[in-house]
């Protein structure tokens, strides 16, 4: 079996060599940056769009529809992308899709009606499809098990970070220029992205600046590599993906995951405007708070569910705490409506938020914990990811098809709160142990 089998999850950590180099945590860091310039590009229209009224008028529904377009090609791309990843690998997957994501965010900033923002919108989704699954790809590649949750916290936390710094800065460059120079500031900062994940990055064994010691480490440790494939895993085809109950689990609890996610990245901007009455100033200095919670609740979730792991906690139950237990505290998002004042719809936001986080970070860590061979990391990360972001298509129309029918927010955070709920049961109940995958006869391709 692979690397990553039941006795390999169970023996006591290598130790690290006191002379080994540590470029793993470079890119990790790095693909941290690209991932939050990923999110700040799907996240700073969702900040701009309330004060784009002079130039769009749309209704509540019409902006659904905008936000789900990019969903509409980003979720659908995903099928290829995960395949695309494992193939090419991610030193070219992640360097071209930051090219294209970028040159699609400068051509928002030349929309002038809901047809040419939502054409942008929509081929902005095809740039940005690979870049999760290379992301995982990435720590499957270069971390080993006891390390995996904390590595994947950090490129995940850049969906986070993006959110985050997408109100201060769209809402600063918004008051001291325009809506267009959002677009195209941050389009151009991707295109340098770009360029230097490129020069950087490299399979460890390829990078000079990875030394024996910590090559050694990363390969004893249970990362996912070509050298420790199983021959006859390597040749499961893809489509026999979909007969495994584990992967058809993780697609429908991710999906569930994302219906409460995807709020925070498409209305709820909206709602402190419409809501709880904040102008750009408060929603510039507060509306960070959930998204600041939440990066940090992320990293101290991977820190310690990496630390349960090394002091000889099971994978699947690490996992499945994480996750469910995540999940659970995500649904009281379904409660920030009800409250009478503002703060305390913060403070309900930002524990779901953060719970929600915890879960993410568990949930990325399952592909390279499942996989029958490193050659699958990224084709099941983007199965997963296909499934969840059918919440992206499905969750920002139903809220605005919601508020405009019901003049609140409370009923569509209602049912975020309750399918939230259902994917925490989904991971305790339905999925079962978390290992590699097992292929019962010999795969023929």
């Known amino acids: 079996m692979t690397a990553l089998g039941s006795k390999t999850a169970t023996k006591s950590s290598p130790t690290q060599p006191r002379m080994m180099t540590r470029k793993r945590w470079v890119i990790i860091w790095l693909a941290f940056i690209g991932l939050s310039i990923n999110y700040l590009d799907r996240s700073s229209l969702s900040v701009a769009l309330p004060f784009m009224g002079k130039d769009f008028e749309l209704t509540a529904t019409q902006q659904g529809l905008i936000f789900a377009a990019f969903f509409w090609a980003y979720d659908f791309c995903q099928l290829a992308a995960g395949?695309?990843?494992?193939?090419?690998?991610?030193?070219?997957?992640?360097?071209?899709?930051a090219l294209w994501w970028s040159v699609f965010t400068l051509a928002t900033a030349a929309a002038t009606n809901f047809w040419s923002l939502f054409a942008a919108r929509f081929l902005l989704g095809v740039g940005e499809s690979p870049a999760p699954s290379t992301a995982a790809k990435v720590v499957a590649t270069w971390f080993p098990i006891q390390e995996r949750a904390f590595a994947t916290s950090i490129w995940d936390s850049g969906s986070r970070v993006g959110a985050v710094i997408a109100l201060p800065v769209v809402t600063l460059i918004v008051a001291l220029t325009s809506w267009h120079a959002v677009f195209i500031i941050i389009g151009i900062a991707g295109i340098i992205w770009a360029a230097v994940w490129w020069k950087v990055y490299r399979s460890p064994q390829e990078h000079r600046g990875a030394n024996a010691a910590e090559v050694t480490y990363i390969e004893e440790g249970g990362a996912r590599g070509e050298g420790s494939d199983d021959a006859n895993a390597a040749k499961l085809p893809w489509r026999s993906l979909f007969k495994y109950r584990t992967i058809l689990s993780m697609m429908f609890g991710f999906f569930c995951l994302n219906s409460a996610i995807y709020f925070f990245i498409t209305?709820?901007?909206?709602?402190?405007?419409?809501?709880?009455?904040?102008?750009l100033l408060k929603l510039g200095m507060f509306g960070a708070i959930p998204g600041i919670c939440a990066v940090l609740f992320g990293w101290l979730g991977g820190y310690l569910a990496d630390r349960a792991v090394r002091n000889g906690m099971s994978v699947t139950k690490v996992r499945k705490t994480a996750i469910a237990g995540g999940?659970?505290?995500?649904?009281?998002?379904?409660?920030?409506?009800?409250?009478p004042e503002a703060w305390m719809a913060l403070a309900l936001l930002s524990v779901a938020y953060s719970s929600l986080t915890v879960a993410a970070t568990g949930i990325w860590s399952l592909p390279?914990?499942?996989a029958p061979s490193s050659r699958h990391v990224g084709s099941i990360g983007g199965l997963q990811n296909f499934a969840s972001n059918l919440a992206g298509i499905f969750t920002p129309v139903l809220i605005g098809v919601l508020?405009?029918?019901?003049?609140?927010?409370?009923?569509?955070?209602?049912?975020?709160?309750?399918?939230?709920?259902?994917?925490?049961?989904?991971?305790l109940f339905v999925m079962g142990k978390i290992e590699p995958l097992k292929v019962k006869t010999p795969a023929v391709v």
Not at 267 to 279: A, I, M, Q, T
Request: avoid cysteine.
């Open 368 to 370: 390279a914990d499942v």
């Open 83 to 97: 395949w695309y990843v494992d193939k090419v690998g991610p030193r070219r997957s992640f360097s071209l899709a």
């Open 403 to 427: 508020v405009d029918q019901t003049g609140s927010f409370v009923a569509p955070l209602a049912v975020i709160g309750a399918i939230s709920l259902v994917g925490a049961a989904n991971y």
């Open 327 to 339: 999940l659970a505290g995500g649904s009281v998002i379904m409660f920030a409506a009800l409250v």
């Open 267 to 279: 209305f709820f901007p909206s709602y402190l405007v419409k809501e709880r009455g904040f102008d």
